[in-house]
T-cell receptor
Framework: SQELEQSPQSLIVQEGKNLTINCTSSKTLYGLYWYKQKYGEGLIFLMMLQKGGEEKSHEKITAKLDEKKQQSSLHITASQPSHAGIYLC??????????FGSGTKLNVKP | DTAVSQTPKYLVTQMGNDKSIKCEQN?????MYWYKQDSKKFLKIMFSYNNKELIINETVPNRFSPKSPDKAHLNLHINSLELGDSAVYFCASSQGGGGPSFPPATQYFGPGTRLTVL
């Protein structure tokens, strides 16, 4: 069963705008991963969060994990067309299973 | 240099055929994985191998058989292909993480193989 819910499912923003993607789990996460998939290409690892309250940034992308370690957000500041793609959150759950969310499709209009 | 590579990138075949997808990683990792991504973009793990030993074997049909000739390769062989096998298959690798380890290992993914069964 799918344990990670992502929202929104798709997003269209104007270049330069900020945006947030959310990933929610019904269970405590033992590590939350964010990936980006460019259309028709493989997954690119972005960031990993492990501790409650942890926040990491890379260029214009910031990811946070809440204190309960059940929700993570990915925030993009001043979006650019190069940010377009599908963003996936992933997490390790019970019995060493690795789950992914259903993804958020992002389009950035120039 | 490509870290995790898969061949072929696209595969179109008829129902009932047998096909293989190859995966190679040059990261020196000891764990490799196969994932299936369905039309709704859900990624589901199929297998993981650690040092050529099967660690995770999810409920997949017996028609799917992974083969790991060495730590750098994990190939996926599919017998008697069915329409429902159409999907994108991703290979990944990590250092550790295939078993009950903590913290979970970062997985690096290949570009995917789009399989279409007609």
């Amino acid at each position: 069963s799918q344990e990670l819910e992502q929202s929104p499912q798709s997003l269209i923003v104007q270049e330069g705008k900020n945006l947030t993607i959310n990933c929610t789990s019904s269970k405590t996460l033992y590590g939350l991963y964010w990936y980006k998939q460019k259309y028709g290409e493989g997954l690119i690892f972005l960031m990993m969060l492990q501790k409650g309250g942890e926040e990491k940034s890379h260029e214009k992308i910031t990811a946070k994990l809440d204190e309960k370690k059940q929700q993570s957000s990915l925030h993009i500041t001043a979006s650019q067309p190069s940010h377009a793609g599908i963003y996936l959150c992933g997490a390790r759950g019970n019995f060493n299973k690795f789950y992914f969310g259903s993804g958020t499709k992002l389009n950035v209009k120039p | 240099d490509t870290a995790v590579s898969q061949t072929p990138k696209y595969l179109v075949t008829q129902m009932g055929n047998d096909k293989s997808i190859k995966c190679e990683q040059n990261l020196g990792h000891d764990t490799m994985y196969w994932y299936k991504q369905d039309s709704k973009k859900f990624l589901k793990i199929m297998f993981s191998y650690n040092n050529k030993e099967l660690i995770i074997n999810e409920t997949v049909p017996n028609r799917f058989s992974p083969k790991s000739p060495d730590k750098a390769h994990l190939n996926l062989h599919i017998n008697s292909l069915e329409l429902g096998d159409s999907a994108v298959y991703f290979c990944a690798s990590s250092q550790g993480g295939g078993g009950p380890s903590f913290p979970p290992a970062t997985q690096y993914f290949g570009p995917g193989t789009r399989l279409t069964v007609l």
